[in-house]
């Protein structure tokens, strides 16, 4: 934890740019056969895309590095601030619940990130529409929940037939879940973001961007009119999104296991529970399979299928006209708009899970964003860099994140610093 304190004039609390150190996994040897351009430890800039490569450049070391820039710059150039600054780099995103990063911090040092305004990820990126570009701005997130299928049966020898093999039944879950959307949602945070999208683009794109809100015609335009980019980034926005990513099952070579099972990451939309989107997927799966049968003496069969919710972290929705929201996102957009020749920000649902569903819980109530600004190109998914393999970052992109966050910052915390055009 970082901190720069302000003399308190602005009667506000603090603005904090939290990001989490952590990453998942990329190969540490052999990485060239993994599809690596290069090491994804090595932090080695390429010279003919001009982008730093490695694990972490995008999610989210990136922020991190400004974060921490911002508050060396302005500690050491001395600009007076109206209100506290706080930076937190924090542990344990990745591992979804927290529990020795943003987590530990709420339960058990509270008074430290105590705040009105947080910035972390996953807005600020570059989005190219028709070759016109925007600028998504977190304010509301998908919730994030485990859901468990098992499937039990009486095992036996791998020699045999054997009609009853749990594989066979989880695989069959495994094809429905991946293969199918659950039911079509709207959300409010959903509708802001499309209806924001289509005043940006002209006809005929702002025409589907209303229709993917349309019980009707969303399948269609889905289908047939997004990118493939378009579809990955604002597909999910219209649904509760589960994907099989843990399959158990089987220890020996000569057995056929008596249980199978699949973890299903599970990304719920705002206001949806777990019993809801549990609901979504048997209807999916087929409800007949969760349920017991009776048999001709009276006696029950057992289901083939047993879900269970192993963890639920809710997702939120900010207000886009609440006041206090408001004001933070007249100031990103004014940045935005004078550093990089007019362009537009559009307040959006963020389909993964971020810290923010921690700082939402502190008693000073901040106002969350997702907000570490960088210029991606035409041409290269954001998305598919998180997590993914060759996660890098444009060395030109990072810099334009740099001056808008510190541009940003400045100006919420009362501190008079240069425009520098982009």
Known sequence: MARIRGDGSSGKGAVMLSAHLDTVKAPKENWEEAGWKHDPFGAEIDEEDGCIYGRGTIDMKNMAAMSAAVL??????????????????????ENVNSAYGAKYLLENHSDLIACDVVFT????????????????????????????????????????????????????????????????????????????????????????????????????????????????????????????????????????????????DTRTLPGVTSAEVEEELKNLIGREKFEPTMKPDGSETPPELIME???????????????????????????????????????NLLPGHTDCT???????????????????????SFASLFHGTNERIPVHGFKWGMAILMQTVTELCGGVQPKTAL
Request: with cysteine; hydrophobic share 40%; proline share 7%.
């Open 72 to 93: 060396l710059f302005i500690a050491r150039s001395g600009i007076k601030l109206t209100r506290d600054l706080i930076f937190a780099a924090v542990a344990d995103e």
């Open 121 to 264: 990820e996953v807005g600020g990126f570059t989005m190219f529409l028709n070759e016109k570009r925007c600028v998504p701005v977190m304010i509301s997130e998908k919730g994030a929940s485990t859901i468990r299928v098992t499937s039990r049966g009486m095992g036996g020898h791998g020699s045999t037939f054997h009609k009853h093999n749990p594989i066979a039944k989880i695989s069959e879950v495994c094809l429905k879940v991946a293969n199918n959307r659950l039911p079509h949602r709207v959300t409010n945070s959903c509708r802001t973001t499309f209806e924001g999208l289509a005043q940006f683009v002209p006809w005929p794109t702002s025409q589907a961007f209303k229709l993917l809100l349309s019980p009707r015609w969303h399948s269609w335009v889905l289908d047939y009119l997004l990118t493939e980019d378009q579809y990955k980034s604002l597909g999910p926005l219209l649904f509760n999104v589960s994907n099989p990513v843990i399959v158990q099952a089987g220890e020996a070579m000569n057995q056929i296991p008596s249980a199978a099972y699949v973890d299903l």
């Open 309 to 347: 919710t192993l963890r639920c972290a809710p997702g939120f929705e900010q207000d886009p006209t609440d006041l206090h929201l408001a004001e933070v996102l007249e100031v990103i957009a004014r940045v935005v708009s004078d550093l990089d020749n007019g362009t537009p920000i559009i307040p």
């Open 358 to 380: 921690f700082y939402m819980q502190l008693h000073s109530k901040p106002a969350c964003f997702g907000f570490s600004p960088v210029f991606m190109p035409p041409g290269v």
